[in-house]
């Protein structure tokens, strides 16, 4: 549950895209790092009294690396200065029933300047659509896009298997101005657009962002357990299921690597093997780079052997993608491995970029 603590803002520190990083001091002496979304909280400043949910700092949780900061009490902030009692300035609540639920304009939603346009959309004119596990991909798989095609629009769909507020991620953040736009999807929240389910998120990104390519993968923050289903990255097989009932072409970034300690994670990760084997009903282009070491190529393509049943395994050349990778306006990074210690994943992820833009070329 939440562990509480209430302290003094000392300093600011880096500042991005919605967020606020700050170091606050408690009573006891000590300081705590934390993070301020000011679209919700307000902007703390230097002296303000602050109110902290600590919970996943003190755990030393891998992506929770901050206490958050809940209320700036003694100074908050005015309401939005379009806000209503009426549903003009929209009625879309996410992070529903918790304290610091938002009120945001759906896309889709009455009061939307594109809820004509998405009011009959039911078709994404087999827009690919790439689908990855974890947030580390994004950066990857739009360096693959880039290689080929410097001038597609991308969009971004975060779905809410990890961080809800897309202001936490500093890797969207340096992305912008490579995106076409991101829209958060389900109970995430803090995108260009806002969209209640998967599928209205993937019709805005055809329809209202015009988005030659889409990519979709949770916020950061990947929750497991170590077992076979008990893992965010399940989504990732109702993904495919929603872009093939649209008319989309899902392309599948897999999870591979030969760096990761966890046997579970090993060639082609479990995580992609349940989503992809067991979850996703529809058939995908699951895709491989071609030129894998030897013993880590073998062993992807024993677990993949028993996934071509549904879906079709691509093999893809690699040529150009290192170095587009190393050109990454972001850094990479993957459970704390930079691209040169786990290279076969974002090599994969890179991969399945390219290919969804090799789609594109033979629907032209």
């Known amino acids: 549950m939440v562990r509480w603590r209430t302290g003094t803002v000392a300093t600011l520190r880096r500042q991005w895209t919605g967020a606020v990083e700050l170091d606050v001091d408690l009573p006891d002496g000590t300081r705590m790092r934390a993070l301020a979304y000011p679209e919700l909280v307000g902007t703390p400043e230097p002296g303000d009294r602050v109110l902290l949910n600590a919970g996943a700092l003190l755990m030393g949780l891998g992506t929770g690396g901050y206490a958050l900061v809940v209320a700036v009490p003694d100074r908050l902030p005015p309401d939005p200065p379009e806000v209503t009692d009426t549903r003009d300035a929209g009625h879309l609540v996410k992070a529903r029933y918790t304290p610091l639920q938002p009120i945001l304009l759906g896309v889709d939603e009455e009061a939307s ?71 958060t999807v389900g109970q995430a929240f803090g ?59 899902p392309v599948g970034s897999l999870r591979i690597s030969a760096a990761d300690p966890r046997p579970r994670h090993r060639g082609v990760s479990h995580h992609s093997l349940t989503a992809y084997g067991r979850v996703a009903l529809a058939p995908a282009e699951l895709v491989v780079p071609d030129d894998l070491e030897p013993a880590l190529a073998d062993e992807v393509d024993a677990a993949l052997a028993p996934l071509t049943a549904r879906h079709r395994i691509v093999r893809v050349p690699t040529g150009g993608l290192d170095a587009a990778l190393r050109a990454s306006a972001v850094p990479l990074s993957t459970m704390g491995r930079g691209l040169d210690a786990d290279h076969a994943y974002f090599l994969a992820a890179a991969a399945a970029g390219r290919h969804a833009v090799s789609l594109l070329a033979g629907a032209s």
Request: glycine residues 14%.
């Open 113 to 183: 300047p594109h809820r004509e346009v998405l009011a009959d959309a039911d078709d994404l004119a087999a827009m690919p659509v790439v689908t990855a596990d974890l947030h580390s991909a994004l950066p990857a798989i739009l360096a693959g896009i880039r290689a080929d095609a410097p001038r597609a629009r991308v969009a971004y769909l975060l779905t809410d298997g990890g961080a809800l507020p897309a202001w936490f991620s500093r890797t969207l953040a340096g992305l912008r101005a490579e995106l076409a736009g991101t829209i």
């Open 191 to 249: 995108g260009d657009l806002e969209a209640t389910t998967l599928h209205g998120g993937l019709l805005a990104a055809r329809h209202v962002l015009d988005a030659d390519v889409a990519i979709v993968a949770q916020g950061p923050g990947n929750l497991g357990t170590g077992t076979r289903w008990g893992f965010s990255g399940v989504a990732v097989g109702e993904a495919v299921n929603a872009i093939a009932t649209l008319g989309g072409r």
